[in-house]
């Protein structure tokens, strides 16, 4: 069944540790994208991709980095997590529509 | 600056009433408007709207776009508690290819 996915769903992390935020889908889509949601405030675009060895910042500014080396995978990377790092990591991807659809999200916690 | 605003940021209502959410924009090059549901993880897709005027219907939830006014709303008829989440509207704009810009959302609560 095509979907959208990432891992893991939940992380606590310390500070200084390096990681890394899977995302995979297997719906073909050129298109990915990383959010950043705190509590009860809007998405912000932190990546983005439009295919293979393409990836742009978004309009959050983020220290965090991203790859591109196959369609299906869009990993985003934290070298040194620190506690303003903690929020909502959503993963998306679209084809040559507008619609975007959305994987379940990381939830990442850097004490 | 290109920017989405929802109205209200939140709303409490009652099993069975009816709710309208308002999306009102500004952007460069409109493209398309999207509202999503959000409960407690990923958003989901509900309606995507291109065309003014034309409304988009799926079960008790429908949705129309004014491209003149610059506004869209978000009807839930016959509300219920399963309907409680948080909805979010997002333009695309044709100068990002791609890219969608959200409003903050409005949290709708259904008690029973």
């Known amino acids: 069944e095509a979907d959208i996915y990432q891992t893991p769903r939940y992380l606590v992390i310390g500070t200084g540790k390096k990681i890394t935020l899977e995302c995979s889908q297997t719906?073909?889509?050129?298109?990915m994208y990383w959010y950043q949601q705190d509590p009860g405030m809007e998405l912000h675009l932190i990546h983005y991709?439009?295919?293979?060895?393409?990836?742009e910042k978004g309009d959050l500014s983020s220290e965090s980095t991203v790859s591109r080396i196959r369609t299906e995978h869009f990993p985003l990377t934290l070298e040194s997590a620190r506690p303003s790092h903690t929020s909502q990591y959503l993963c998306?991807?679209?084809?040559?529509?507008?619609?975007?659809?959305f994987g379940p999200g990381t939830r990442l916690t850097v004490l | 600056e290109d920017k989405v605003v929802q109205s209200p940021l939140s709303l409490v209502v009652h099993e069975g009433d009816t709710v309208t959410l308002n999306c009102s924009y500004e952007?460069?090059?409109?493209?398309?408007l999207l509202w999503y549901k959000q409960e407690k993880k990923a958003p989901t897709f509900l309606f995507m709207l291109?065309?003014?005027?034309i409304e988009k219907k799926s079960g008790r939830l429908s949705s129309i776009l004014d491209k003149k006014e610059l506004f869209s709303i978000l009807n839930i008829t016959a509300t219920q508690t399963g309907d409680s989440a948080v909805y979010l509207c997002?333009?695309?704009?044709?100068?990002?290819?791609?890219?969608?810009?959200f409003g903050q959302g409005t949290t709708l609560q259904v008690k029973p």
């Open positions: 991709s439009y295919g293979v060895n393409s990836t």
């Open positions: 998306a991807s679209s084809n040559r529509g507008n619609e975007q659809f």
């Open positions: 291109t065309s003014s005027g």
């Open positions: 719906m073909g889509h050129d298109k």
């Open positions: 952007v460069t090059n409109f493209r398309s």
């Open positions: 997002a333009v695309h704009d044709s100068g990002n290819t791609g890219k969608l810009i």
